[in-house]
């Protein structure tokens, strides 16, 4: 017993601060996001020194032969992808631009159809920095659209002949968006802390079961 507590005690502890700190990021994160809502956005002379969430308009046209579906990625319980397309700008750029999301077909071995507006178009968007240091180890098919499991701007970018690697999420109604990504169904400041909250009461709990164990084993010794 005396080892169990002394494995799990500091264990359950760390997870707890690591949960807090973890909504403590969180919560910078939803911040600077809802700073930047109702801003006016800014063109693209002023892209690359925008701050993380900025609002972005940009002009130019999608790469539309070559995609990637972010997997495992659900919406209302059911499974989908969310779309992400190059974007070459007038200014000679090329964006990664999160569009959205889109239902999965039955089958697995299927991938959705999501094709892009072929002319020139203008669209408004955040520059989402959450999450960007993400790195995909999942194995990449040769071919289009390639299905990954997680938003890796680098490697997506080194896929495609060069990008800047942050992720330009498409705001609502624009050209090219699909359905909008559910924000609260990603993981919140708030959910991080309960866990947090979960995790020290789990500490506690084991070592008051110790200290209880402990005294009645005194009294019958």
């Not at 690359?48 to 990637?68: K, S, T």
């Not at 989908?80 to 999160?98: I, K, N």
């Not at 989402?128 to 938003?151: I, Y």
């Not at 924000?183 to 866990?195: A, D, K």
């Amino acid at each position: 017993m005396t080892l169990l507590v002394v494995l799990l005690a500091p264990l359950t502890v760390g997870l707890g601060f690591w949960q807090f700190d973890r909504g403590a990021q969180k919560r910078s994160i939803e911040d600077a996001r809802l700073a930047s809502y109702g801003a006016l956005p800014v063109g693209e002379l002023h892209l690359m020194d925008a701050p993380a969430f900025a609002r972005v308009r940009i002009e130019g046209h999608y790469d539309g032969a070559r995609q990637f579906l972010v997997d495992n990625r659900s919406q209302r319980g059911v499974p989908g992808y969310v779309v992400v397309t190059p974007f070459d700008t007038v200014g000679g750029q090329r964006l990664l631009v999160d569009r959205g999301w889109i239902a999965a077909p039955p089958s697995r071995g299927e991938l959705p159809d999501a094709p892009a507006p072929d002319a020139a178009v203008r669209i408004v968007g955040s520059l989402w920095t959450a999450g960007a240091a993400t790195k995909d180890t999942s194995a990449w098919s040769d071919g289009w659209p390639k299905r990954v499991e997680q938003f890796d701007g680098a490697r997506m970018g080194e896929a495609i002949g060069g990008a800047i690697p942050i992720e330009f999420r498409l705001e609502e109604d624009q050209a090219g968006s699909l359905e909008p990504i559910l924000l609260g169904e990603e993981m919140s400041s708030t959910r991080h802390i309960g866990y947090a909250v979960q995790w020290f009461a789990m500490a506690i709990a084991l070592l008051a079961a110790y200290i209880v164990l402990g005294v009645r084993r005194g009294r019958d010794q």
